[in-house]
DNA sequence: GCACTCACG
DNA sequence: ACGTACGTGAGTGCG
């Protein structure tokens, strides 16, 4: 049984809000429909986040309820209800009832008071609820089981109000803000409070007294002589204020848990909803989200389980995939092998596999054409039974992801439903999730199988057409298809890693953290939980009374940087640091990697070749990508990954300041291609020409502060960003950043394009057509559109980084084969690489790839690569 | 499962 | 006025 989740939504003042925030849309009959989309968004948002089992809008009902009767002007002096709003309360009602979700409004009563009287019947029954609304009065409720969330500007920004949160805001409990409003009043519901109390005294008085009540009955002790005689003279008015705003929680409502339970949308009814009011953009996506349907599921597919391939469908143009019991294909069971031509489909079980030459010499058989989803796992796969495959021009996979790299493809079913087509379930299906995982019938699996290869085939048509149409056809052809193999067989190739080096490394740490630890407690004066920022935060900041420097939204913020600020105030400071960074080695790498290394003594990593949204690889189980080096300490993890033959040695080489190059080459910045053409330090360049002084002249400060302003010129700058990364006052970041733009005017004029043409277009693109969409780009909410406007301009820098290392690794793979070299590429690190390779060969290896990484991509500016080796990844620096 | 922290480029 | 540097993955604590 799923955890319930009880969804409580504010109908009027999430409609209310919705209106006030987007700007009046219509449909094509002329119907306004601003506050329906916006609803529908948030409410899409919400579904998603939350996941609820139980769901209600409330609405207000009549135009007098019972607070009325205690205070005819209640809610007076508010303006009617815009007609533009009014026409879209019969939409809203009719969507959420396509959307299954019950909707409830009682004579007499507002909305919070059903949703606080529900609140309580499921706090009381311990249900996590959690309630929407734009109206901060909701937050009274919150307490341990009861979240509140309010929107804030755009409909899908929301706030948690927690019991925490509301102390941090107001210093109060949630309960006290009901005796606030009592006090200070609140001019929306026109509940008048006591004159002249504002919200800075009804904040105090409560600190001091507790409640209205509290108030009065301490009246004596209230410091102020007008304050006094204003509350003695208005106690009534504030009994009443708080009465008013105190919502009921015991209203008679006829509707309980069991009455409101979710069901999820049914999509048949909402869509056409959609339509009715040209929500475009909200059809699209519930189309693409919408389960296969019975209908689609139920499509006949016709296959055949055979314990040989049959020769008709060993030709060009045939489509493959390999099922496994799991996506971790270096050691999931190999369950078989499904091929199809469209016309003919077969599944073969993996018995079988290895006993048929046939199948092999068609899957090693390069000009013979292959289509197939998520190459790089089948090669991997197939190399375990020693079977290879060749010729493959089709990866839906990675297709998908050319097409759009902001699409979660979690396997073929997801691929394949970004082109349209619906017919294959999701292994989450088949293969059920967490315990219940397991590997069904034979007939089951034949036909999931069979249905990824017949889909791969169905979808070639049109997904080539569709990479054509965006110029990347030659970018997923040339480059991602290629590199699939070439990941495949390095992840299969592995690294060797000596566990002895690791376990006496982790020794050592194990040593060093528990004397430590030991000074830390002394120091603290207690033992705790180092790792408990929760606990470390009370320590430092409660016991200790250190100043709180940031916050996070749980509490005190212990991170590196708050804790580097605190370094000179107390002792106990820098060991935590030390003991979080020795923490980190054994934990992650020492504890982390040993349980990675496979029998024969290697680490065999997984690229994630459709993951980011930039281009760039990355390294998952483990994450060979993040391994110390920026510290001595963690460097010498490095020690333990070795070559994996006799009398070979490791060989890295990596791209100096390839992001900036690009910027220069992309830019067309005359100044930053003359630094990088005459091969000066560009840090030290830049320097100069930002503190207008000679090369010579620059002091190590001032070559710092240009790193980072080159850094933040890359993400995308802002004075915020480069202030905390500086540590500099956010004037003075905003000052750095002026004189380098106006040094470098060509990078100003760039950084304004790119952005700019995200505005026109909706995306971004790298100089090999790697596109990423970028819809927040033209958003009202300040947050997401300059989230939007950075990413604009740090896209295409890195990812064109990441499409000339691609092209280096496909072009390498090539190069080696020809020279007849036996070095083998290991591992990449975005922008290195790493081998191991006969040490006589270190000559050839030392020209050959700084030449092919190079030569990649013909930029205005040269790349340059530097070189090492050595006996371990350690060595190679 | 999320928040926080920290490892890398 | 708004509140952040870009892109990742993994371990730990905690509800």
Known sequence: MTKQKVLL???????????????????????????????????????????????????????????????????????????????????????????????????????????????????????????????????QLADEAVTVQITRKGMTDIEAYTPDHVKEKYGLTPEQIIDMKGLMGDASDNIPGVPGVGEKTAIKLLKQFGSVEGVYNGIDEVSGKKLKEKLVENEELARMSKALATINTESPIEIGLSDITYPGPDMEQVIPVFRELNFRTLIEKADGAQPATETEEAEEIRFTVAEKAPESLLKSGTAFHVELSDEFYHTADILGVALSDGKETVYIPSDHLKADPQLAKWLADDSSEKLTVDAKASLAALARLELEADGIVFDLLLAAYIANPSVSLTDASSAAREFGFSGVSEDQAIYGKGAKRAVPDLETVAEHASRKALAVHRLRETVEGRLKENNQFELYRELEIPLATILGRMEATGVKTERGILEEIGEDLAGKLEAIEEQIYALAGQTFNINSTKQLGVILFEEMGLPVIKKTKTGYSTAADVLEKLSGRHEIIDLIL?????????????????????????????????????????????????????????????????????????????????????????????????????????????????????????????????????????????????????????????????????????????????????????????????????????????????????????????????????????????????????????????????????????????????????????????????????????DTK
């Open 578 to 874: 030390e003991y979080r960074q020795l923490g980190k080695l054994q934990s992650t790498y020492i504890e982390g990697l040993l349980k990675e290394i496979h029998a024969d003594g290697k680490i065999h990593t997984y690229y994630q070749q459709a993951l980011t949204q930039t281009g760039r690889l990355s390294s998952t189980n483990p994450n060979l990508q993040n391994i110390p080096v920026r510290i001595e300490e963690g460097r010498k993890i490095r020690k333990a990954f070795v070559p994996s033959e006799p009398g070979w040695v490791m060989f890295a080489a990596d791209y100096s300041q390839i992001e900036l190059r690009v910027l220069a080459h992309m830019s067309g910045d005359e100044k930053l291609i003359d630094a990088f053409r005459e091969g000066e330090d560009i840090h030290t360049r830049t320097a100069g020409d930002v503190f207008h002084v000679e090369a010579q002249d620059v002091t190590p400060d001032m070559r710092r502060a240009a790193k980072a302003v080159n850094f933040g010129i890359v993400y995308g700058i802002s004075d915020y960003g480069l202030s905390q990364n500086l540590n500099i006052t956010r004037k003075e970041a905003a000052e750095f950043i002026d004189r380098y733009l106006a040094s470098f005017p060509g990078v100003k004029q760039y950084m304004e394009d790119s952005v700019a043409e995200a505005k026109e277009k909706g995306f971004v693109t790298t100089l090999m057509n790697r596109r990423r969409y970028l819809p927040d780009i033209n958003s009202r909410n300040f947050n997401l559109r300059s989230f939007a406007e950075r990413t604009a301009m740090n896209t295409p820098i890195q990812g064109t980084a990441a499409d000339i290392i691609k092209k280096a690794m496909v072009e390498m793979d090539k190069r080696l084969e020809r020279e007849g070299l036996q070095a083998r590429m290991l591992l990449q690190v975005h922008d290195e690489l790493i081998f191991e390779c006969p040490e006589e060969e270190l000559g050839k290896l030392a020209e050959v790839v700084p030449d092919v990484m190079e030569a990649a991509l013909e930029l205005d500016v040269p790349l340059m690569v530097e070189s090492a080796y050595g006996p371990s990844w350690y």
């Open 9 to 139: 939504l504010d109908g009027n003042s999430l409609a209310y809000r919705a209106f006030f925030a987007l700007p009046l849309l219509t449909n094509d009959q002329g119907v306004h429909t601003n506050a329906v989309y916006g609803f529908a968004m948030m409410l899409e948002k919400i579904l998603k986040d939350e996941q609820p089992t139980h769901m209600l809008v409330a609405w207000d009902a009549g135009k007098t309820t019972f607070r009325h009767s205690t205070y005819k002007e209640y809610k007076g002096g508010r303006q009617k209800t815009p007609p533009e709003l009014s026409e879209q309360f019969p939409y809203l009602r009719k969507m959420l009832d396509a959307y299954n979700i019950r909707q409830y409004e009682l004579e007499s009563f507002e909305a919070d008071d059903i949703i606080g009287t529900l609140s309580r019947e499921a706090a009381a029954g311990g249900v996590e609820t959690v309630v929407i609304t734009g109206d901060k009065d909701l937050t």
